[in-house]
């Protein structure tokens, strides 16, 4: 079955330590992986996507993820993080080249102190 | 240009009572989604649109879920007759009829909060 695991639920981080986010995916066939964020009261939206070329993509507010194959797996990252970046975090995975249904984690709540 | 608008925001019903959702995809997308959030669960996918046709409903927990798009355009989605388990957030979505370099972004709507009592 097709699936995404996050490894955790709840982040709490202070301001400018570093950022990781786990996610795996189970999902047979070429995939395109996304990382979605919603911040408090707004909408979901894309922070950054993988669909071909280089494992090592870049979002938006100086977020990364880098896809390893070998390891289905699509980890968030970002080296110093702000206050601003207190949201939720879900990482998501549906059909290369498909206007297929997307399928997310659970999500993960990061929270940071100022 | 306008996003994806739901209709509702928030929605309070009883056990049994009917209650109708409706999602206006962004101009001009063939594609709309419905999903839905359980509480502290993950976002899972209902059912596909391409136009008016239901092109993937594998998602739909039952019969009590009733989802339309006449025209094309908007889409409502009915739950007759409610039950407790169906509180959550829902969300709909829209992109566009092709896909470009194998990818194809989904717009999200803010999402109805609908809680059954």
């Known amino acids: 079955a097709q699936s995404v695991s996050q490894h955790n639920h709840h982040v709490i981080l202070s301001e400018a330590a570093s950022l990781e986010l786990g996610c795996n995916y189970s999902?047979?066939?070429?995939?395109?992986l996304f990382w979605y964020v919603q911040y408090p009261g707004q909408h979901l939206q894309l922070l950054l996507k993988?669909?071909?070329?280089?494992?090592l993509v870049k979002g938006i507010k100086g977020f990364e993820a880098e896809f390893i194959k070998s390891k289905f797996s699509f980890n968030l990252r970002k080296p110093s993080v702000q206050w601003s970046d207190t949201a939720e975090y879900f990482c998501?995975?549906?059909?290369?080249?498909?206007?297929?249904?997307?399928?997310f984690g659970s999500g993960t709540r990061l929270s940071i102190r100022p | 240009e306008a996003g994806v608008t739901q209709f509702p925001s928030h929605s309070v019903i009883e056990k049994g009572q009917t209650v109708t959702l409706r999602c206006d995809p962004i101009?001009?997308?063939?594609?709309l989604y419905w999903y839905r959030r359980v509480m502290g669960k993950e976002i899972k996918f209902l059912l596909h649109?391409?136009?008016?046709?239901?092109?993937?409903e594998s998602g739909m927990p039952n019969n009590r879920f009733l989802a339309e798009r006449t025209g094309g355009t908007y889409s409502t989605l009915k739950v007759q007759p409610a039950e407790l388990e169906d509180s959550g957030v829902y969300f709909c979505?829209?992109?566009?009829?092709?896909?470009?370099?194998?990818?194809?972004?989904?717009?999200f709507g803010p999402g109805t909060r609908l809680t059954v009592l």
């Open positions: 999902y047979g066939g070429t995939v395109n």
């Open positions: 993988y669909f071909s070329g280089d494992p």
């Open positions: 979505a829209s992109s566009q009829a092709r896909t470009s370099g194998g990818y194809n972004e989904q717009f």
């Open positions: 998501a995975v549906n059909q290369y080249s498909s206007a297929s249904k997307i399928i």
């Open positions: 649109f391409v136009k008016e046709s239901k092109q993937d």
């Open positions: 101009s001009g997308h063939d594609n």
